[in-house]
T-cell receptor
Framework: GAVVSQHPSWVICKSGTSVKIECRSL??????MFWYRQFPKQSLMLMAT?????????EQGVEKDKFLINHASLTLSTLTVTSAHPEDSSFYIC??????????????FGDGTRLSIL | KNEVEQSPQNLTAQEGEFITINCSYS?????LHWLQQHPGGGIVSLFM???GKKKHGRLIATINIQEKHSSLHITASHPRDSAVYIC???????????????FGQGTILTVHP
């Protein structure tokens, strides 16, 4: 079945550093990928829609200069948390569907990245 | 009021019990998804529904489009079913909303042996 790989699974770093998270579709091409954020004991919140070859679409309240998204190929999207601070500590997870499918198909999720900023 | 509401928020059951988790939504949807999130955070898609009923093993999902309501049932529950179950809806729109999901707050299920 379709697999989405996310890396790294866990990051601990100092305040002020930038952290890059990768989301790869392993056996399909994905024109669109989605990035979500989840705080403890809360549900997922969509941060942005990553579009291959064009700018990402950010949800209201998400700083695009803080959360840089690059979708340079049909199998890879990256989320970079720039100048991270403790309030950015969260669980970040991506999802994707094969190009050509619509929202009436199951989403394929990565295993998530737990980010802790000290 | 959230666009997707789940109940209950927490559910504790004994092994073998029949479990029901409910989801109500207030927006037009193209599909409704039931997801399972394990303690480590990974998410698995259980069902995608646009009408009727689906069954997979001990899991059954139903949806009533007119009432904007869906239920997830687990028969003969087992401790390994312990997880967070999340209802999510795909909005009825094309273009940039393609594939975007709106999530319920999740139901924490604990099944004791």
């Amino acid at each position: 079945g379709a697999v989405v790989s996310q890396h790294p699974s866990w990051v601990i770093c100092k305040s002020g550093t930038s952290v890059k998270i990768e989301c790869r579709s392993l056996d399909f091409q994905a024109t669109t990928m989605f990035w979500y954020r989840q705080f403890p004991k809360q549900s997922l919140m969509l941060m942005a829609t990553s579009n291959e070859g064009s700018k990402a679409t950010y949800e209201q309240g998400v700083e695009k200069d803080k959360f840089l998204i690059n979708h340079a190929s049909l199998t890879l999207s990256t989320l970079t948390v720039t100048s991270a601070h403790p309030e950015d500590s969260s669980f970040y997870i991506c999802s994707a569907n094969p190009t050509g499918t619509d929202s009436n198909q199951p989403q394929h999720f990565g295993d998530g990245t737990r980010l802790s900023i000290l | 009021k959230n666009e997707v509401e789940q109940s209950p928020q927490n559910l504790t059951a004994q092994e073998g019990e029949f479990i029901t988790i409910n989801c109500s939504y207030s927006v037009g949807i193209s599909a409704l998804h039931w997801l399972q999130q394990h303690p480590g955070g990974g998410i698995v898609s259980l069902f995608m529904l646009s009408s009727g009923k689906k069954k997979h093993g001990r899991l059954i999902a139903t949806i009533n489009i007119q009432e904007k309501h869906s239920s997830l049932h687990i028969t003969a529950s087992h401790p390994r079913d312990s997880a967070v179950y999340i209802c999510a809806v795909g909005r009825r729109a094309g273009g940039t909303s393609y594939g975007k999901l709106t999530f319920g707050q999740g139901t924490i299920l604990t099944v004791h042996p």
